[in-house]
């Protein structure tokens, strides 16, 4: 079921970001949020997804190896991200590796 709705056609992108930052979404719907090849690689909805701290941390950092730089400096600073996101966008910045 989950599947057919991140594919339904009526699904919009203000949605899809309502569920990635939901603070009662569960773990496994963030995950499907973030493997989707439509709505993993929305920028709205990746950033969405990294400031959950309900995202499971695998999904995590797999969304901070194809963020840009400008937001890998956001999260890095951004106190209310996710420790193990700040510390990740920390070490793909000094790695020179924004997506």
Known sequence: ML???????????????GIAS?????ADVLRAIAEHPTWGIRRSV???????????????LSLIRGTSRQDLARLAEDAGAP??????????QRDGRGG
Request: aromatic letters at 0%.
């Open 3 to 17: 599947r057919a709705l991140l594919g339904n056609s009526r699904l919009v992108e203000a949605d899809a970001v």
């Open 22 to 26: 939901g603070s009662a979404t569960p």
């Open 46 to 60: 990746r950033m969405a997804l990294l400031l959950n701290p309900r995202t499971p941390v695998p999904a995590a």
């Open 83 to 92: 420790r193990i996101v700040r510390v990740g966008a920390e070490r793909r």
